[in-house]
């Protein structure tokens, strides 16, 4: 099946992001909005298993986040209760299903975006009339996220042949192992940044304030159908919102 | 004619001397080799000729450089881009798009060729530089000396007067090497000015003349 065109996906992001902030109580209202999200990013190819391996300790951490809201914002009938303090209660369990809900959705947008290569997104955001130096500084901060991690990762797999066992050390050894080793790691990607800003620089780059494209990306009639669906489900979700139905 | 002209320049990085008082002239077709150790001031040579010191890199800067008599300082960016092509050291930090094809195209787009003649001068890079078969696929994928050849490709599609080489082989095995070569050595028969830095003898054989730094 033919992916949608990235416009489509940002449009669709922008919509469900949105809703997500704007949502503050309706938990009904946040699940649904979280079903169809996961259902568009099933759609797109979104590969959820490998989203959850990769951010497992991030989700733990949102999970620990809901629980911690569950306990201090109590509200509604109390379900657990130690010297006269509620500890859990139902209006506190929605509060952090909210929270869980609301980071799972901008999650699951983030993921749609992933699944397009970078030269589309750019042309993409070109296309919407953002300054393509914008789109570049983006995809260019996005593809030196991994190198740091890279660089970091070699010069552990170095200390480790010069005979550290990082695992066996204690937290602040391992905290001063790292301290120590952010500095050379943040220098040579500096470095590396600014080799690829001389190349990009003496490559014509910033020449004129516009540029034309050899790639260009042309809306197809399912888009059309499925921008109008999700303009319409932005406008419903509006009126449900506005009325309070 | 003269299509590179280097008068008295000197160079220095917080108060050390890079190079002092240098002048050299290359004439339009002549593919000059500038050779000397590590850290004699080849590459700031390179960078001070192509405008980067000081707009990019600081410095501090004394003298002129003139490509085909005008001042480098007083090119555009688009103008410069059309002048003087480089290819550095590294090939890791010269490529940055998804394929070979866009890696071509960006410099093409950004001095706002149209999408016909892009098309064809992509076609035109790729068979100089036999990457036609890998016109789709990711640079990641690429070994060095291939990577280096689309750098190559990338720079030569602007399709500019004078081609600057910052130790271009230094990071190649010998496969690569030898086909950059060979790639070279067909510019310099096409008449392209080339002015090539490298800390040993590897473009000797290209080279119309030696200057030791």
Known sequence: MKKPDPRIIFALVLVLSSFAVIIREDLKLMAGLMLMSILCALAIGVDFRKMFRRLKRLLQLLLVVSILRSIFAPSGTILLESWGIALLTVGGIEMGALVLLRFGLFLTSGAMLTCYPVRMLIQGMVQIKMPYEIAYMISVGVRFIPQLAEELKDSLIALQLRGVVIEDLKLRKKLSLYTYLLLPVVVSSMQNAKELAMSMDMRAFRAYQSRTSFFKLMLCPSDIVILCVISAFAVFMSVVLIMGV | MTAIEVKNLSV??????????????????????????????????????????????????????????????????????????????????????????????????????????????????????????????????????????????????????????????SQLDRRGKDALREQLRLLRNEGRTMLMVDHDDELMSIASRIVNL
Do not use: W
């Not at chain 2, 077709?29 to 192509?50: D, M, N, P, W, Y």
């Open chain 2, 12 to 169: 220095s990085y917080d108060g050390y001397d890079v190079l002092r008082n240098f002048s050299l002239s290359v004439g339009v077709g002549e593919a000059v080799l500038i050779r000397g150790l590590s850290g004699c001031g080849k590459s700031t040579l390179l960078h001070a000729i192509c405008g980067l010191i000081p707009d990019v890199i600081e410095a501090e800067y004394s003298g002129e450089v003139l490509i085909f008599g005008t001042l480098v300082k007083s090119l555009s960016v688009a103008e410069r881009a059309k002048q003087l092509g480089i290819v550095f050291q590294n090939p890791e930090t010269q490529l940055f798009c998804d394929s070979i094809e866009d890696e071509i195209a960006f410099g093409l787009e950004n001095i706002c060729i149209p999408h016909d003649e892009m098309a064809q001068r992509i076609e035109q890079m790729l068979k100089l530089t036999n990457m036609e078969n890998f016109r789709f696929a990711s640079p990641k994928a690429l070994s060095g000396g291939q990577k280096q050849r689309v750098v190559l490709a990338a720079v030569l599609a602007l399709d500019p007067k004078v081609l600057l080489l910052d130790e271009a082989l």
